[in-house]
């Protein structure tokens, strides 16, 4: 059974005690890649007492600054959200994700996002998801604390492990995009959008967040990265009256 290449991700927890307890509930079930995005209280002292034991995993916790640092190198990335969103990526019932989760991490590294205590995850963090959990509680009490929701998910992955998750059939040579590069293709998708005026600029996220969604669900192997990459490039090369037939036929023109 391997867990190790899954990265159980707290985005901004406000609590000390919340993150002894999700360490807890990690070690629990043969989980230890823990990542801290931002924590409010760290080190602190009600985090070990939380622990239990578990000292040995807010030890080797890693800690960032950013959700960018946090998902270096994932292929994979799943985000917990109690409340339902207009646009998200599609929803999936914990057991259906941890399939998914412990599947593709035998190929390469899978994250799963928890939000802050009182609000969750943001919509923007929501839309570096490839999926979206739900945990089915009480419609009339679905208040779920931080480290019982990582229990709940850490209960599943370890399942799913036992389980014996079959051996992810590759649908590309090529392995998939990260998080990082997809976040630099984003971004470089929205300058060039911004450029050739396409994006309305009174209300340009709609749109950008349409597109996340449906690159998540495409999700580009590494070489159709590159290509899309390339694509941008040569559209700004475009604009500039740089592309490669045009400096070409300058040169033949005398231009050069």
């Known amino acids: 059974m391997k867990l190790q290449d899954i990265r159980i991700v707290l985005v901004e927890p406000q ?13 629990t079930m043969g989980l230890h890649e823990l990542h801290l995005v931002n924590p409010r209280q760290w080190p602190h002292a009600d985090a070990s007492t939380m622990a239990s034991g578990a000292d040995d995993v807010l030890t080797e916790a890693r800690v960032h600054d950013t959700l960018d640092q946090a998902l270096a190198g994932a292929g994979l990335v799943v985000g ?3 409340r339902t969103r207009n646009l998200s990526s599609p929803a999936e019932l914990p ?3 941890a399939r998914r989760v412990v599947m593709e991490s035998a190929r390469y ?3 799963v996002l928890f939000g802050r205590e009182r609000t969750g995850l943001t919509n923007e963090e929501v839309d570096r998801c490839h ?10 009490y679905s208040s779920l604390n931080l480290a019982a929701a990582v229990q709940v998910m850490s209960y599943e992955l370890r399942q799913a492990a036992l389980a014996g998750a079959p051996a992810p059939q590759p649908a590309s040579e090529w392995p998939p995009a990260t998080a990082e590069q997809m976040e630099q293709f984003h971004r470089h998708l929205e300058e060039v959008l911004v450029r050739i005026e396409f994006l309305r600029q009174e209300n340009p996220r709609v749109l950008m967040r349409r597109l996340r969604l449906m690159f998540n669900r495409a999700r580009p192997d590494h070489n159709e990265y590159q290509i899309l990459r390339g694509i941008l ?24």
């Open 15 to 27: 609590l000390a005690a919340n993150i002894g307890s999700a360490a807890r509930a990690m070690k």
């Open 131 to 140: 999926r979206v959990v739900h945990i089915p509680a009480n419609p009339d």
């Open 233 to 256: 490039a040569h559209i700004e090369m475009g604009m500039e009256g740089t592309l490669p037939g045009q400096r070409k036929r300058a040169r033949e023109q005398g231009g050069e």
């Open 80 to 82: 917990l959200s109690a």
């Open 109 to 111: 590294p899978a994250a």
């Open 95 to 97: 057991s259906e994700s």
